[in-house]
């Protein structure tokens, strides 16, 4: 069975469990197909008080990680031999999107490798971690988080869902935004009719050839109305690009 091995680096490793404990990655790990070991840099400390911040050097506001108790927990992470990407997670690193997703997904599924993610806090990590321990940085959108443990979450739960057999319906995975590089279509479930607002006639249809052509239709028109960048880089057909040129010249 192929999955996915994530090593993180953390001194709030609850949120994790707290997480993962639920729904769709709980069942993925139970299932073996991801892992994910967290470490406490506090567990890697030397003194009484179990310190992993100090004071910035040069004064400001705000405390800084410290490189020791890190730089041990990422050495005893590595001390297996297994082959690893090392990322810090960082509003200053590129920013995360599907294709990375993909492309780190891909890199995964080779045997035995795994991705190692580094939290930080405070006002950030000595930048020494940075120059020594780290392959990668990634943010995941141009906003301050308090910790990096919602990103490092954000690329394990994007990741976890591109894994063989972790989503029930593997279907959904194909046809969801991003994927052709477009958005979704939208989706209806029952009633037919909700105050007044109806499910379109074709959905309840039966037929499968103009419910396909119609959500590929609204994909489009979504994505163009919505996103019109992300067209410039999609997958199209001819038959796409026709719909493209009618729905412009539609709008003329
Ligand atoms: C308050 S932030 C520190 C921000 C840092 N002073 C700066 O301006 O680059 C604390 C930690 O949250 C995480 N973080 C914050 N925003 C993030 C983002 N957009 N993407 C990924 N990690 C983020 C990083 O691990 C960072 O070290």
Not at 175 to 189: C, M, Q, V
Not at 239 to 244: L, V
């Amino acid at each position: 069975m192929m999955g996915a091995g994530f090593d993180i680096i953390t001194i709030f490793p609850e949120i994790f469990h707290a997480y993962l404990g639920e729904s769709i990655l709980n069942r993925a790990i139970q299932k073996g197909l991801l892992d994910v070991n967290v470490r406490n840099p506090r567990d890697f400390t030397t003194d009484k008080h179990r310190t992993v911040d100090d004071y910035p050097y040069g004064g400001g506001s705000g405390m800084v990680m410290k490189i020791e108790p890190i730089h041990r927990a990422v050495n005893t992470v590595k001390s297996d031999g297994i082959e690893r990407l090392t990322v810090l997670l960082t509003p200053q690193g590129v920013t995360y999107n599907q294709e990375k997703a993909e492309a780190l997904s891909a890199y995964l599924s080779a045997e035995k490798r795994r991705l190692l993610l580094i939290c930080g806090r405070y006002e950030g990590i000595d930048e020494r971690v940075r120059d020594s321990l780290v392959d990668e940085e990634i943010s995941i959108g141009d906003y301050v988080l308090t910790g990096g443990e919602l990103a490092a979450l954000v690329i394990i739960d994007s990741i976890a869902r591109l894994i063989p057999g972790v989503l029930g319906d593997e279907e959904s995975i194909k046809e969801e935004s991003f994927t052709w590089g477009i958005l979704d279509y939208p989706h209806y479930t029952r009633p037919p009719e909700f105050k007044g607002m109806k499910v379109p006639d074709v959905l309840l249809s039966g037929n499968h050839g103009e419910v396909s052509k119609w959500r590929r239709r609204e994909a489009i028109r979504r994505t163009l109305k919505r996103r019109p960048d992300l067209l410039k880089k999609a997958k199209l057909t001819e038959e796409d690009n026709a719909i493209i040129n009618e729905l412009c010249s539609n709008e003329k």
